[in-house]
């Protein structure tokens, strides 16, 4: 790091290469809010560990693009979506936005309520409700 001035500090700029983008630790974005070691045998949940030899070929670790790669590339990078997995877009060296691949598998009707804060709040709400009153079971509905 340089400094200038008792006050003005300039950090050493992210540079991108290979499609990754390296920024200094200080500027370093924080995707997950909790630190986690790596590894298989660190698996946060048990079905983490259960799953982890199951999913084989499917996992690829996702892509991170500058905006301006982005803008510059959008054929390619989305062409290259089914094959490569998503690309986190990076805005100033945070993350702003996520490409997926969209499949015939793929369940639309899911993602969108999914991403959606107002969602998550509702869920959370019906689930402690049900919690604290039960749940319904299927057959009872169905009368």
Excluded at 35 to 51: D, L
Excluded at 108 to 134: C, H, I, T
Aim: include cysteine; charge should be positive.
């Amino acid at each position: 790091m340089k400094v200038l001035s008792a006050r003005t500090h300039v950090s050493p700029p992210a540079t991108v290469g290979g499609g990754r983008v390296r920024v200094s630790d200080r500027r370093r974005p924080r995707l997950l809010s909790g630190h986690r070691e790596s590894g298989p045998s660190c698996a946060h949940r048990q079905e983490e560990r259960e799953q982890l030899s199951d999913r084989g070929e499917e996992v690829r670790p996702m892509r991170i693009e500058n905006i301006r790669q982005v803008k510059a590339r959008l054929n390619q990078i989305v062409g290259a979506l089914r094959d490569e997995g998503s690309v986190v877009i990076t805005k100033n060296g945070r993350p702003c936005a996520v490409l997926m691949p969209v499949t015939e598998d793929t369940d639309l009707e899911v993602l969108a309520p999914s991403q959606n804060k107002r969602f998550w709040v509702l869920y959370d709400r019906a689930r402690k409700r049900a919690e604290r009153k039960g749940w319904t079971r299927l057959q009872d509905l169905e009368r």
